[in-house]
Nanobody, 129 residues
């Protein structure tokens, strides 16, 4: 059974950093593109970043470009999201997701929720002074 578990969320002051982890079990991440999504209270879920199966393509939402970095360590079956220069508007529950489709995270696109095969349970990120 495909399972993703996020960790690394927490409370941080504006300007601070956090690193989120997304660990997979029950399957090998090598064959999946991985994306990060977030959902703030009262708002729709939005794509944040994704990384292709090979790791050769990484894409970011405009709101986080230049501040967030996605990476993957297939040996550890884990994907990371390094978040720097955090802002209060980054406050949300962050979810990772896996998509097997070869059309996932190609070009400049983020993962399409319709192509996601597995979701994590989410981790809370709160940016506040």
């Amino acid at each position: 059974q495909l399972q993703l578990v996020e960790s690394g969320g927490g409370l941080v002051q504006p300007g601070g950093s956090l690193r989120l982890s997304c660990a997979a079990s029950g399957f090998t991440l090598d064959y999946y593109a991985i994306g990060w999504f977030r959902q703030a209270p009262g708002k729709e879920r939005e794509g944040v970043s994704c990384i292709s199966r090979s790791g050769g393509t990484t894409n970011y939402a405009v709101a986080v470009k230049g501040r967030f970095t996605i990476s993957r360590d297939n040996a550890k079956n884990t994907v990371y999201l390094q978040m720097n220069s955090l802002k209060p508007e980054d406050t949300a529950i962050y979810y990772c997701a896996a998509a097997e489709s070869v059309f996932s995270c190609i070009g400049g696109s983020l993962l399409s929720p319709g192509r996601v095969d597995s979701w994590g349970q989410g981790t809370q990120v709160t940016v506040s002074s």
